[in-house]
């Protein structure tokens, strides 16, 4: 692990879903409730295991807004759990991204950071819009906000981060998230310090080890106002 400096990290940047936002719960409970409509139960796990298969591939085909994004792969979903549900219908889940909530630790740990001189940001797979629905859940002004509608891919491809580069300029610059793959990998591979946000305890991939391991943002927090000095002694 690096040692953290009172210079080291003039601005600190989150992936927001996943990270700051409980965004399984989220997905899980719109495929609930729209299921339920129709007399289907859908457990959370499977709903969970086949978005996770599924978003990237799509994400992957081509750009298309983070909308169409979430109701192809809603679609695809439900058929592969059987739930026979109209395409048209499957705007249940973008609809229902601005109702997504914080983690507990999020906005505590936001405060914490701002309190401490640090500037924040987002790079997060969605629209402009979505992402602003969202920000009204933080108890923080956010700096910067790069969004795949922005720069027209998704995460892991480079585009967020080599755009946050330019406008965040000489500053020090940490990039926090829990995803390995979307984030921590090609971070990495772009010079990028990483915390991890191991919300979940997984192991990291090939090319995956950050700078910093932490279960969740507050401890983040923690982390980074530990290096700041305290008011000097008399």
């Given at each position: 692990?690096?040692?953290?400096?009172?210079?080291?990290?003039?601005v600190?940047?989150?992936?927001?879903?996943?990270?700051?936002?409980?965004?399984?719960?989220?997905?899980?409970?719109?495929?609930?409730?729209a299921?339920?409509?129709?007399?289907?139960?859908?457990?959370?796990?499977p709903?969970?295991?086949?978005?996770?298969?599924?978003?990237?591939?799509?994400?992957?085909?081509?750009?298309?807004?983070?909308?169409?994004?979430?109701?192809?792969?809603?679609?695809?979903?439900?058929?592969?759990?059987?739930?026979?549900?109209?395409?048209?219908?499957?705007?249940?889940?973008?609809?229902?991204?601005?109702?997504?909530?914080?983690?507990?630790d999020?906005?505590?740990?936001?405060?914490?950071?701002?309190?401490?001189?640090?500037?924040?940001?987002?790079?997060?797979?969605?629209?402009?819009?979505?992402i602003?629905?969202?920000?009204?859940?933080?108890?923080?002004?956010?700096?910067?906000?790069?969004?795949?509608?922005?720069?027209?891919s998704?995460?892991?491809?480079?585009?967020?981060?080599?755009?946050?580069?330019?406008?965040?300029g000489?500053?020090r610059?940490?990039?926090a998230?829990?995803?390995?793959?979307?984030?921590i990998?090609?971070?990495?591979?772009?010079?990028?310090?990483?915390?991890?946000?191991?919300?979940k305890?997984?192991?990291?991939?090939?090319?995956?080890?950050?700078?910093?391991?932490?279960?969740?943002?507050?401890?983040?927090?923690?982390?980074?106002?530990?290096?700041?000095?305290?008011?000097?002694?008399?």
């Amino acid at each position: 692990m690096i040692p953290v400096t009172r210079a080291d990290y003039q601005v600190i940047t989150f992936d927001c879903y996943g990270t700051l936002v409980d965004w399984e719960g989220g997905i899980a409970g719109a495929f609930a409730d729209a299921a339920a409509e129709d007399g289907v139960t859908l457990d959370r796990e499977p709903v969970l295991r086949a978005y996770a298969e599924v978003e990237p591939q799509v994400e992957h085909e081509r750009y298309r807004p983070y909308r169409e994004v979430l109701q192809e792969t809603a679609s695809r979903v439900a058929q592969m759990l059987g739930w026979r549900v109209p395409y048209e219908r499957c705007t249940f889940l973008p609809l229902s991204l601005p109702r997504w909530t914080p983690f507990p630790d999020t906005n505590p740990a936001l405060e914490a950071l701002v309190a401490a001189g640090c500037r924040l940001g987002i790079l997060s797979n969605v629209d402009d819009d979505l992402i602003a629905a969202t920000g009204k859940h933080f108890s923080v002004p956010i700096d910067l906000v790069v969004t795949a509608q922005q720069v027209r891919s998704y995460k892991p491809a480079p585009a967020h981060f080599t755009t946050a580069r330019q406008r965040i300029g000489d500053a020090r610059w940490l990039h926090a998230a829990q995803s390995n793959s979307h984030d921590i990998v090609p971070c990495n591979a772009l010079g990028i310090p990483t915390a991890w946000i191991n919300r979940k305890n997984e192991r990291p991939l090939p090319g995956g080890t950050p700078a910093y391991e932490l279960r969740d943002v507050a401890e983040l927090a923690a982390l980074i106002r530990s290096a700041r000095p305290g008011p000097p002694s008399r």
